[in-house]
């Protein structure tokens, strides 16, 4: 076994006693690597991870320093909310409301390259300093063990956004966002994602029995065929109405 971890971290660094990379802050995103992940998001620090589509920084939720710490990687505006990965479709619920949607939906959805847009409700536990001022949240389950053991192993939800500088290209690679891998405790290498630079279909989910596309992604048609095949319907803009 040392062996075999000791060649897929050839281009990666050195190993030390404990199977941690030295010197360099890529790793690779298999399971023998997943506690490295846990214990940085739990440390409050920065990762990033490869996903069903992009790359992207995740860090503790409930950590206001690590949330603040992703918009200074990015360069974003504070006022732009960020999505939180879950590690498996009951853990949505424990974030936001989900009793107003159709049984067997976000089942049906999840996991998968979709993030959900819901209210947070009064039981929420998600950190209010989280996107302060918005009463909704993005919430993924991605199709990726990886990140979904790192979500389970945290206790917590991931703040997940994707990895670059807000307005640039996604990463589908960690060559993509080399230039900001000293901002990270550590990068994880899954690489080159199959899905293109699209990210995941977002879609809003607070209103009953409605839907509406907030950006079509990677999943636009799939995604609206099972809304649909639930009884949703497209909510209209209120210019078009």
């Given at each position: ?11 990666y660094g050195s190993i030390s006693k404990n199977g941690a990379a030295v010197g360099r802050v890529v790793l690779p995103a298999t399971k023998e690597y997943t506690r490295e992940a846990i214990q940085s998001i739990k440390s409050g620090k920065v990762i990033a991870v490869p996903t069903d589509t992009i790359y992207g920084f995740a860090c503790d939720a409930c950590s206001k320093e690590a949330v603040n710490r992703i918009y200074e990687i990015k360069g974003r ?165």
């Amino acid at each position: 076994m040392c062996m075999k971890i000791a060649s897929n971290l050839d281009s990666y660094g050195s190993i030390s006693k404990n199977g941690a990379a030295v010197g360099r802050v890529v790793l690779p995103a298999t399971k023998e690597y997943t506690r490295e992940a846990i214990q940085s998001i739990k440390s409050g620090k920065v990762i990033a991870v490869p996903t069903d589509t992009i790359y992207g920084f995740a860090c503790d939720a409930c950590s206001k320093e690590a949330v603040n710490r992703i918009y200074e990687i990015k360069g974003r505006k504070l006022t732009s909310p960020l999505a939180i990965c879950v590690g498996d479709v009951p853990d949505v619920m424990r974030f936001a409301v989900t009793y107003h949607l159709p049984e067997t939906l976000l089942e049906t959805l999840l996991p998968g390259p979709v993030t959900v847009v819901l209210r947070r409700g009064e039981s929420s536990i998600l950190e209010k300093s989280l996107n302060p001022g918005v009463d909704s949240v993005g919430i993924r389950v991605p199709d990726s063990d990886f990140i979904r053991n790192i979500a389970r192993g945290s206790g917590s939800a991931l703040a997940l956004t994707s990895a670059n500088l807000s307005g640039h290209p996604s990463s589908v690679s960690v060559d993509d966002f080399k230039h900001l891998w000293e901002h990270c405790a550590y990068v994880f290498d899954g690489g080159k994602l199959p899905m293109g630079r699209a990210g995941s279909t977002i879609v809003d989910l607070t209103i009953p029995g409605k839907y509406k596309i907030i950006r079509p992604g990677s999943a636009r048609e799939d995604t609206v065929a099972i809304l649909e095949r639930h009884y949703l319907v497209e909510e209209e803009d209120a210019d078009s109405a």
